[in-house]
């Protein structure tokens, strides 16, 4: 079965770095796109990060110049986060765009991970 693992978060000061990671377990035939959400208590789940099989990225504005994705190879994603703010606190999830052997096209998520930045 195919599904994302997920690692890094925890605990951070403000202004300090944060990086996580997803990795697609499983056979696929291949990934469409990648991607980071997050959700604070009380608030919607928003866009973080996205990165194309391209290669293109975007970002939400309120992490621009802050946040990192890349990808070191087909399967796995990062999300370096620097300079953070208090308000970066909420559950991450990864999110992946995968085509399977099938050739179906499945909308993945992660299982969270949870970040906390104090001030």
């Excluded at 997803?22 to 469409?32: A, D, L, P, Q």
């Excluded at 194309?52 to 990808?71: E, H, L, M």
Aim: charged residues 20%; contains cysteine.
């Amino acid at each position: 079965q195919v599904q994302l693992v997920e690692s890094g978060g925890g605990l951070a000061q403000a202004g300090g770095s944060l990086r996580l990671s997803c990795g697609v377990s499983g056979s696929i035939s291949s990934i469409k796109s990648m991607g980071w959400h997050r959700q604070a208590p009380g608030k919607r789940r928003e866009l973080v990060a996205a990165i194309t099989g391209g290669s293109s990225t975007n970002y939400a504005d309120s992490v621009k110049g802050r946040f990192t994705i890349s990808r070191d190879n087909a399967k796995t994603v990062y999300l370096q986060m620097n300079s953070l703010k208090p308000e970066d606190t909420a559950v991450y999830y990864c999110n992946a765009l995968i085509r399977d052997r099938r050739g179906y096209d499945n909308d993945l998520w992660g299982q969270g991970t949870q970040v906390t930045v104090s001030s």
